[in-house]
């Protein structure tokens, strides 16, 4: 059973997206994801600045089964990515929430998480 | 739901995720391929390949038989038990299978792939007609693979009564003990036995195992392991359309006796006349990046290949493959990776044997 926590937003793309104090958005994998990824082996991230449109493809996951595109779960700007995780990229597996976060944006329409779905909508999704 | 083998309980009771694979259900892995694969390298490991084809060949014509179906000569087997791995060829000369030979008491056991087992069947009971020999397939037995640098030690702990038996074994060599037969033989660069056991048998000596500190592993782990060691895959390497000489598989022809009219001989000296037109080669990507199966390979000046089994690498921890390239490709290519012409390096393979990286 994959872990979905409660707090979060979801895309069907299955990315998580958590919105910071400062108004940016902070997106990753969701755990439903790197399981079915299985051992993450590389991480392609977007460049810093960026502006991307939703659904972009931006980043890359490459696990020893397939190479898997990221894509943008919304429109903004990239602000900041995580260089740690390009250098342990096993943390997307260990990690999904927490340390495995993959970019953070600036979102070009501030109230754009209220239109995505909630943990209990995507948790039917992954069924 | 697929075919699944006398072990399927021990995989879901050790949270194996199951997938299907040639018809049958099998683990993939137990939660992490990488930490399995890793432990073969450094320890022990075990597979279930009881889902593989053992076919027994038996009467007065048996080895003429094989020595007409098969690319390599079984009678270079001296002894009881000792093993050999050929092709068995179509009159084209293409490869409908690799299978391991080993000599038994009067008679012959092969092991074939299961995700050719229909073909393989239909092809040697057709061909079995013109001599005097029968076939019989032994779906009643399992087979564990335990491979490793501590394997060895950890079965000759679990059955005592066969260990010296099981440590005078020599590598490429087999040994029935009743129903029971082990060889040490694998597909993943280490020491270690692959172990044919009655199926009523072999939940117990699974667990056995399992408490001696053997790992499960899943079929991820034994391909990223196999390729590792340079090991072609059926169906990905090598198939009905290619033949050894462009598969990496030249040595596991017997040409000599010159007499000895395989089937497939014909075609093989006449592409060797002509020039073969293709190789497998392995292939290092030193820099980021996954090579994967059907990627296409350039080779400046010469042409174009492709990718025909890629992963990454745990043990060296970058991406290998391996990929038909034409026959004059010399020592660097490019592969084409999500739309980008990547720099690689052509090598001879194994990539790794014993735990230890093997090219230059």
Redesign the interface.
């Known amino acids: 059973m994959s872990n979905i926590p409660a707090e979060l937003k979801y895309v069907e793309s299955h990315e998580w997206l958590r919105k910071e104090a400062d108004g940016t958005i902070t997106v990753g994998i969701t755990d439903f994801a790197q399981a079915a990824l ?2 993450v ?2 991480i ?1 991230l977007p460049e810093v600045g960026a502006e991307v449109e939703a659904d972009d493809d931006i980043a ?1 996951v ?1 696990s ?4 898997s595109d990221v894509y943008a779960p919304i429109a903004g700007k990239i602000v900041a990515v995580n260089e740690d995780l390009v250098d342990a990229p ?1 943390k997307a ?1 260990e990690d999904p929430y927490g340390d495995a976060w993959f970019f953070r944006m600036e979102p070009a329409d501030a109230d754009v998480l209220d239109t995505l779905m909630s943990a209990e909508d995507y948790a039917a999704k992954c069924e | 739901m697929g075919k699944q083998t006398p072990l399927y309980q021990q995989h879901l009771d050790a949270n194996g995720k199951i997938v299907d694979f040639g018809g049958w259900d099998m683990p993939i ?1 137990y939660g ?3 930490q399995e694969h890793n432990v073969v390298r450094e320890d022990a490991g075990m597979f279930d390949v009881s889902h593989m084809t053992i076919v027994d060949i038996q009467g007065p014509e048996a080895l003429a038989y094989l020595q007409k179906i098969l690319a390599n000569d079984v009678s270079k087997l001296g002894f009881t038990g000792k093993a050999l791995y050929t092709g068995m060829l179509n009159e084209e000369g293409g490869v409908i299978d690799d299978l391991i030979v080993y000599k038994m008491e009067g008679w012959y056991r092969t092991v074939v792939n299961c995700g050719t087992r229909e073909k393989d069947l239909a092809w040697m009971n057709k061909q079995i007609e013109a001599f005097d020999a029968t076939l019989t397939e032994r779906p009643e037995l399992a087979m564990v693979a335990v491979q490793g640098p501590n394997a060895i030690e950890k079965v000759k702990q679990v059955r005592t009564e066969q260990a010296d038996l099981i440590g005078d074994l020599k590598v490429f060599q087999g040994l029935p003990v009743g129903e029971w037969f082990y060889a040490r033989t694998g597909y993943t660069g280490e020491d270690g036995l692959e172990i044919m056991i009655p199926a009523a048998e072999v939940a117990e000596f699974w667990t056995a195992l399992v408490e001696a500190g053997v790992a499960p592993a899943g079929l ?1 782990a034994r391909d ?1 392991l196999r390729l590792e060691a340079g090991m072609n895959l059926y169906g990905n390497d090598m198939d009905d359309s290619i033949s050894p000489l462009q598969a990496g598989m030249g040595w596991t022809i017997a040409w000599e006796p010159t007499d000895r009219d395989f089937i497939g001989r014909k075609a093989l000296e006449a592409q060797k006349a002509a020039g073969v037109p293709s190789k497998l080669v392995g292939i290092v990507l030193e820099t ?3 090579m ?1 199966s059907h990627q296409k390979v350039v080779v400046e000046g010469i042409g174009e290949g492709e990718v025909t089994s890629g ?2 690498s ?1 043990t060296l921890q970058h991406s290998i493959a391996m990929a038909r390239v034409p026959y004059d490709t010399g020592s660097e290519c490019n592969i084409e990776m ?1 739309g980008k012409l990547i720099p690689a390096r052509i090598v001879k393979m194994p990539f790794v044997r014993n735990g230890k990286k093997v090219f230059e």
């Open positions: 299985g051992d082996v590389f392609e890359v490459e020893v089964k397939a190479a096993e597996n | 892995h992490s391929q990488l991820g990223t980021r990046g996954v994967r992963t990454f745990p999500r």
